[in-house]
């Protein structure tokens, strides 16, 4: 019998998953807010010295454009909407 590590994901394992994130992040954070937030962080992580390193500054710019893509695709909808749909994927867990 495989573990559930060596199991291949479905989408009845992934879809859960997503939702609960999505649904988590929503409501403990300002997901509107997040991308300045996060580029005001890079920013100032940028005048340190230690942004000097190629890798940290693509770290920021990678976690920057995750943050920007997330809250623009949960920006078209509503806190109501979000949580219906979401709570159609975490019952099924």
Known sequence: MRNQENKKPSHRDVMPSLAKFAQ???FE??????PDEMQEITNLLME???ADQQHVRLKALNCLKFISDFSKALKPFSRDVIVLETNKHIKHV
């Open 29 to 34: 954070f300002e997901v509107d807010e997040l």
């Open 48 to 50: 340190t010295e230690q």
């Open 24 to 26: 988590d992040a929503y």
